[in-house]
């Protein structure tokens, strides 16, 4: 099996680690090789999160090379934008429809683009989906990501249920039920 390369890009506070530890343990759980980079921008601070996760048979690095991702999991458009030059022509891009204005907009030195989900469309294989409005329905705004993570699990070779089994270890426990309700509203968009 050659390399599978999955980026994941957000902002800060958004959830791309548990995520990122979610695709990394059912990977490994799969049999794969796997790696896992993290690269925090000012996360803590509302800024750029990447992560990238590899697995395989034998993955000798944990970056993830322009034009080299099969699959952009992005929580907020503009990090989708930011990063398309990662996803291969033949890639897929799951994007959340989220508006977060960096802080380069926030203090008036830039302006937010316009056209953006247009923009992924016409490069890319781009699903999009309103995982905050998801997840505010079912009472959890939090599990957003998981919502996100839910739509992108069809384009992956892994079952259902080894999806729903890796949440339910790698949560918190208090917040187990409504990340399930999360990934199936998800999955089903």
């Known amino acids: 099996m050659a390399t599978t390369n999955i980026m994941i890009v957000g902002v800060g506070g958004q959830g791309t680690l548990l995520t990122s530890r ?33 697995y395989g048979e034998n993955v000798a690095e ?17 990090e989708a934008l930011r990063y398309l030059h990662f996803v291969k022509k033949d890639g897929v891009v ?24 247009e923009k992924l469309q016409s490069r890319r294989k ?11 329905e079912i009472g959890s705004p939090k599990s957003f990501n998981v919502v996100v993570l839910g739509a992108s699990a069809k384009s992956m070779s ?9 949440i339910k270890d790698t949560v918190p ?14 999955y089903n968009l």
Do not use: C
């Open 22 to 54: 979610i695709l990394g343990k059912l990977a490994s759980q799969a049999g794969y090789d796997v790696k896992i980079s993290e690269v925090h921008g000012m996360s803590q601070r509302g800024g750029s999160v990447v992560t990238y996760v590899r």
């Open 62 to 78: 944990p970056i993830v090379e322009e034009g080299q991702a099969d699959v952009l999991i992005a929580f907020e458009k503009l």
């Open 94 to 117: 799951i994007v959340n429809d989220q508006r977060m204005d960096p802080i380069s907009v926030v203090t008036g030195m830039a302006e937010y683009p316009e056209g953006i989900i």
């Open 126 to 136: 781009t699903l999009v989906v309103d995982a905050m409005a998801v997840a505010k």
């Open 158 to 166: 892994y079952t259902k249920e080894q999806w729903i089994e890796v």
């Open 173 to 186: 426990p208090k917040t187990i039920d409504k990340n399930l309700e999360a990934f199936e509203r998800g």
